[in-house]
């Protein structure tokens, strides 16, 4: 199996211009995570989907930040405008229904600086 | 809400065992999970514990006591390899989330 794919791997943007992060979860994977991780704040979960539905985005930080998962093999997390504190790695994850979520495969993450 | 502690960072040397521990709250409690991830890469998952006890994958245990809200990551015959930050995870609340620990930097000498 090809493993989650995330786009782009590394992304440098300037202060408010709009950035598109992109992801395709393992085939036959029923939750898709979104996880951003900085030095200061640790692993943070976002928002995370089951069947393409959002079941919980309390963890977007603000309005500027949005996800979408329009089929079950494609997720985007869009951040416009973008700011500097947004500097971090995002990964994107997915698990099977079968092991209640716990076991989650990530990507290898999206690493994003804005200037 | 959820959450999660465990130490910083343990340090040790090739061959010994070291023991990395972790404590939860949370409203709700479907297990608790632990991952590695080395510098630059992402977490890979390790072990589950949905009950109580010891679960032994190779040279690596994991332990939960539920009533304790406490659980941990034993690593043993440690390698060099095994330098890499190390998170309990635990999946709860009323959406069922899976939250993680801040990581345990662990650093593996000579």
């Known amino acids: 199996d090809a493993g989650v794919i995330q786009s782009p791997r590394h992304e440098v943007t300037e202060m408010g211009q709009e950035v598109t992060l992109r992801c395709k979860p393992i085939s036959g994977h029923d939750y898709l995570f979104w996880y951003r991780q900085t030095m200061m704040r640790g692993l943070e979960l976002l928002i995370y989907f089951n069947n393409n539905v959002p079941i919980d985005d309390s963890g977007m930080p603000e309005d500027r930040f949005s996800a979408k998962m329009p089929n079950a093999s494609f997720s985007t997390l869009k951040i416009q405008p973008s700011e500097p504190r947004d500097s971090a790695v995002y990964f994107c994850?997915?698990?099977?229904?079968?092991?209640?979520?716990?076991?989650?495969?990530f990507g290898e993450g999206s690493w994003l600086t804005v200037v | 809400g959820q959450s999660l502690e465990q130490p910083s960072e343990v340090t040790a040397v090739e061959g010994a065992i070291v023991q990395i521990n972790c404590t939860y709250q949370t409203s709700g409690f479907y297990g608790l999970s632990w991952y590695q991830q080395h510098d630059g890469g992402a977490p890979t998952f390790l072990s589950y514990n949905a009950l109580d006890g010891l679960e032994e994958t190779g040279r690596f245990s994991s332990f939960l006591s539920r009533s304790d809200s406490y659980g941990y990551l034993l690593l043993q015959e440690l390698q060099m390899k095994d330098s890499a930050s190390y998170f309990c995870?635990?999946?709860?609340?009323?959406?069922?989330?899976?939250?993680f620990g801040t990581g345990t930097l662990l650093a593996v000498q000579p």
């Open positions: 994850a997915s698990s099977p229904t079968g092991s209640s979520g716990n076991t989650i495969y």
């Open positions: 995870a635990v999946r709860g609340g009323a959406t069922n989330k899976l939250i």
